[in-house]
C-alpha cells in the first residue's frame, strides 16, 4: 500500500516536471538587437545585444524554437553581419519558422530598455545599403533611381514559412527589385510561405515587375495592422502583389502607392485574399485599379474605403472574370480617366451590400460604377454626387444588374443618364430611389439603349433631363428598342417623365405618374411625400408612418392616395399592420418601414 502511494508520488512530480518543462520551453529563448549596444553583443540581454539583426537570426536558426527577437531603435540593413558580405544586394532578413521579431524598443539609450513604442522608439529595416537614398515626392520617381542602384533587391524575405514566423513593429524601406533576376517584391517576397506581418510600415520600395512593397506567390500570410505608403512596381501591385495567393489583410492602409500597370494599392490574381478594415487613399494605376485590381478570383473586401485613387479604369477597385465581395465599403472621390471612377466590374459577379458612392467621377461612363458583362448583385447601396458623361451614378454595358433597396441621389450624367445609363443591358430595380439626378440631354433618372427594365416599387423624383426627365428611351442606331415595365412606382419628376425616342415599349402597372400614364391602376396625384423637401420619401398616413430621423411612427394629418394603391397581386411582404391587405406604391412598398393603412 504505501508503495503504491509513493509511486503516485513519484507519478506527479514527473507530471509535475514535464508541465513545467513545457511552460519553460513555450516561453522559449529571447534574443536582443540593438546598434548601440556596448557589451559583448552576443544577444543575451540589451547591454550585450547584438549589433546587427543577421547575427540575431544566424543565433536564433539553431536555438531550439520559439524564439523571440527584440530589436531596439536604429536602423539595421541586410548587408550587415558576420555570414554577410557589405554590399551585397542579395542579402535579406530571412523569416524563420518560431522565430518572432519585435521591433520598437527603446533600447539601451533610454533607462528602462524593455518599453515599447514603435512610433517613437523606430526599428527601420533599410535596404538603402550605402546610404545614399535621396527623397522623392512621387513614387514613381523611385523606378531606375540611380540613387537606389545600390540597394537590397529584398529587404525581408518570408518564403518557405509558416504562421510561427512573425515580424512585428518595423519599417522596411528602400528594397530595389530592378534587375531581371531579381524583380519582384522589393519589401518582402514572400513564395509558399505564410508568415504573420503585424505592425509595419512598407515604404518607398520599388520592383520591376510585381509588388512593390510585398509580393506573396502561392501564399497565405496574415497582414494585420500595417501601412503601404509610396511604393511603386513597373507592372503590378504597388503595395501587394497576390499570385494564387490567399492572404488575410486587416486594419491596414494603403496611401500613394502606385503602379504602371495595375493595381496601385494591391493587385490580386487567381486566389481569394479577406481584406477587412482597410483603407486605400491616393493610389493610382495607370491601366486599371488605383485602389486594387482583382482577376479570376473571389476577394471579398469587408468595411473597407477607397479614396482620392485613379486610374484609367476602375480608379477605386477593378474587379475582373471573378466573384468580388463588398460589404459596407465606402468609395469616395475616386477618378477614372475612362470607366468605373469607383468600382469597375468586368465579366463578374460581384455582390455588394450597404456600399456607399460619393463624389466618384468618370471621363466617360460609370462616375460611381462601371458594369460591363457583369451580372452584379447590389442591396443597400447609395450613390451620391457622382459624375460622368454616360451614366453619372451607374453605367451598365451588357450587363445584368440587380438593385434592391438601393438609392442614386444628385448623380450627374453630362449626356445620357444622370441617375444611371444602361445600354444592351437587363435591369431589375426593387424598391429603390431615384431623385434629385441630372442628365444634360437624355434621361435624368435613367437612360436606356436596347436595355430591359424591369423597376418595382420604386420613386422617381425631382430628376431633371432636356428629354426624359425620369427615363429616357434612344437605341441610338441600334436594332433592338427597349422593353420597360414599371409596377407599384410613383414617378414624380416635373412633367416629361419619359421620352420614348425608338420605338420601345413602356409599359406602366398601379403606379402614380406625374402628368399620367395610360395602364390599369395608374393615378395621377400628388403622392404626399412625408417631408419632400429633405428627401424623405415615406408616404404621409393618417395610421402611421416611420420618421428616419427620430426612428419612430408619425401619425399625419393626411394620407398618401399610394397607400393600398400598388398592385392587388403582388405581396404585401414586411408591411406593418395594418397594411390593408395591398402594397403600396413606391420605394417602401412591401418593407417593414412603409406607412400604415388609414
Not at 537606389?148 to 518570408?158: H, L, P
Not at 416635373?494 to 400614364?517: H, L
Request: proline fraction near 4%; charged fraction near 15%.
Amino acid at each position: 500500500m504505501r508503495e503504491r502511494k509513493s509511486r503516485k508520488i513519484v507519478f506527479k512530480i514527473a507530471v509535475f516536471m514535464t508541465v513545467l518543462s513545457l511552460c519553460s520551453s513555450s516561453i522559449g529563448k529571447i534574443i536582443y538587437v540593438d546598434i548601440g549596444a556596448v557589451g559583448v553583443n552576443n544577444g543575451s540581454s540589451w547591454t550585450d545585444a547584438y549589433h546587427y539583426l543577421q547575427d540575431a537570426l544566424a543565433d536564433a536558426n539553431t536555438a531550439e524554437k520559439p524564439v523571440e527577437i527584440l530589436v531596439a531603435q536604429g536602423i539595421y540593413k541586410p548587408d550587415q553581419g558576420v555570414e554577410t558580405n557589405l554590399g551585397d544586394r542579395s542579402a535579406t532578413f530571412q523569416l524563420i519558422n518560431g522565430v518572432a521579431i519585435y521591433g520598437g524598443y527603446a533600447g539601451v539609450a533610454v533607462p528602462g530598455s524593455d518599453i515599447r513604442d514603435i512610433e517613437l522608439y523606430e526599428t527601420i529595416l533599410s535596404g538603402d545599403l550605402d546610404g545614399n537614398d535621396t527623397d522623392v515626392n512621387n513614387p514613381q520617381d523611385l523606378l531606375g533611381n540611380p540613387d537606389r542602384a545600390d540597394n537590397s533587391y529584398q529587404v525581408v524575405t518570408g518564403s518557405g514559412t509558416d504562421e510561427t514566423a512573425i515580424l512585428d513593429g518595423c519599417t522596411i524601406t528602400s528594397g530595389n527589385a530592378y534587375i531581371f533576376t531579381n524583380r519582384n517584391g522589393a519589401g518582402l517576397v514572400n513564395e509558399h510561405g505564410s508568415p504573420q506581418i503585424s505592425n509595419c510600415t512598407f515604404t518607398y520600395n520599388s520592383a520591376q515587375y510585381f509588388g512593390g512593397g510585398i509580393y506573396n506567390y502561392y501564399s497565405s500570410p496574415t497582414i494585420v495592422n500595417c501601412t503601404f505608403m509610396q511604393n511603386s512596381v513597373n507592372d503590378r501591385g504597388g503595395g501587394i502583389y497576390n499570385y494564387y495567393s490567399n492572404p488575410t489583410i486587416t486594419n491596414c492602409a494603403f496611401m500613394q502607392n502606385s503602379a504602371n500597370g495595375r493595381g496601385g494599392g494591391i493587385y490580386n490574381y487567381r486566389g481569394s485574399p479577406v481584406l477587412t478594415n482597410c483603407t486605400f487613399s491616393n493610389n493610382s494605376g495607370q491601366s486599371d485599379g488605383g485602389g486594387i485590381h482583382s482577376s479570376h478570383g473571389s476577394p471579398s473586401m469587408t468595411d473597407c474605403t477607397f479614396i482620392g485613387n485613379s486610374s484609367r479604369q476602375g480608379g477605386g477597385a477593378y474587379t475582373d472574370d471573378n466573384s468580388a465581395t463588398f460589404i459596407n465599403c465606402t468609395f469616395t472621390k475616386n477618378f477614372a480617366d475612362d470607366e468605373g471612377g469607383g468600382l469597375y466590374s468586368h465579366d463578374n459577379k460581384p455582390n455588394l451590400n450597404n456600399c456607399t458612392f460619393i463624389e466618384n467621377s468618370a471621363q466617360y461612363g460609370g462616375g460611381g460604377m462601371c458594369c460591363n458583362s457583369s451580372e452584379p448583385n447590389m442591396t443597400n447601396c447609395t450613390f451620391i454626387e457622382n459624375s460622368a458623361h454616360y451614366g453619372g451614378g451607374l453605367y451598365n454595358t451588357s450587363s445584368n444588374p440587380i438593385l434592391t433597396n438601393c438609392i442614386l441621389i444628385s448623380n450627374s450624367g453630362f449626356t445620357y443618364g444622370g441617375g444611371m445609363y444602361n445600354i444592351s443591358s437587363s435591369l431589375t430595380l426593387n424598391n429603390c430611389i431615384i431623385a434629385a439626378n441630372q442628365a444634360y440631354s437624355y434621361g435624368g433618372g435613367m437612360s436606356c439603349n436596347s436595355s430591359d427594365s424591369n423597376i418595382t416599387n420604386c420613386t422617381f423624383t425631382e430628376n431633371s433631363a432636356t428629354k426624359g426627365k425620369t427615363i429616357a428611351c434612344n437605341s441610338l442606331g441600334q436594332r433592338r428598342q427597349s422593353d420597360i415595365i414599371l409596377t407599384n412606382c410613383i414617378l414624380w419628376d416635373d412633367g416629361n417623365a419619359i421620352w420614348n425616342n425608338d420605338r420601345s415599349t413602356v409599359t406602366i402597372f398601379y403606379s402614380n405618374i406625374k402628368g399620367g400614364w395610360s395602364g390599369e391602376g395608374n393615378i395621377d396625384a400628388d403622392p404626399l411625400f412625408a417631408d419632400f423637401d429633405n428627401g424623405d420619401y415615406h408616404l404621409k398616413s393618417q395610421a402611421g408612418r416611420l420618421d428616419p430621423v427620430s426612428e419612430i411612427w408619425m401619425i399625419d394629418e393626411e394620407t398618401s392616395p399610394c397607400i393600398d394603391a400598388g398592385d392587388p397581386n403582388s405581396p404585401v411582404l414586411f408591411e406593418p399592420f395594418p397594411n390593408g391587405g395591398r402594397i403600396n406604391m413606391g420605394a417602401y412598398g412591401g418593407t417593414s418601414v412603409a406607412s400604415k393603412s388609414p
